[in-house]
C-alpha cells in the first residue's frame, strides 16, 4: 500500500511540476542508468581467449558522456584509453568516440540488456570483449 501511495504522490507531483512529455523522456538522460563500471567477462582474439592474460579489463561510462577503457596484465603492464560516448536507447548501440593524431574515430557497438559487445578487427584477426555492468 505504502508503494502505490508514493508512486500515486510521484505521479502528481510530475503531472503538476510544468514538465513537458519532452522534459519527461530526458529524465533517463540526466539519470544515466547505464553510467558506471563494467567488467570484461570475455576477451578472445582471432578465436583465442587471451582474458587470461589480463588481471582486469574495465570500461568506465562517466554521467558526462566520457569514457575509459583500462586493462592491466598479468605479470605487469597496463594502459588504455579514453573519450567520449553516446548510447542510443532506440538502437540499442553505443558509439565511442576517440580523438588522435589523425583526428576523430568513432566506433559504434551492440549494447543488449546491459552488455556492451566490442568487435574490432586487428591485424586481420576479430578482437571480441563483453563487459557486463559491476554488480
Keep these: 500500500m505504502r508503494k502505490v501511495l508514493l508512486c500515486a504522490a510521484l505521479s502528481l507531483c510530475l503531472l503538476f511540476s510544468g514538465c513537458e512529455a519532452s522534459e519527461l523522456s530526458s529524465l533517463e538522460e540526466i539519470s544515466s542508468p547505464y553510467a ?47 573519450g567520449s560516448y553516446t548510447l542510443d536507447g532506440e538502437q540499442n548501440t553505443v558509439s565511442f568516440t576517440i580523438e588522435g593524431e589523425d583526428g576523430e574515430t568513432t566506433r559504434v557497438f551492440p549494447y543488449e540488456k546491459g552488455r556492451i559487445f566490442f568487435e574490432v578487427p586487428i591485424l586481420g584477426r576479430l578482437l571480441f570483449a563483453e563487459f557486463a555492468p559491476h554488480a
Design 36 to 82: 558506471g563500471e563494467y567488467f570484461c567477462e570475455k576477451l578472445t582474439l582471432g578465436g583465442r581467449d587471451v582474458l587470461s592474460l589480463f588481471e582486469k579489463v574495465t570500461l568506465t561510462l562517466e554521467r558526462d558522456g566520457t569514457f575509459a577503457l583500462s586493462y592491466k596484465k598479468k605479470g605487469g603492464g597496463e594502459g588504455g584509453l579514453a
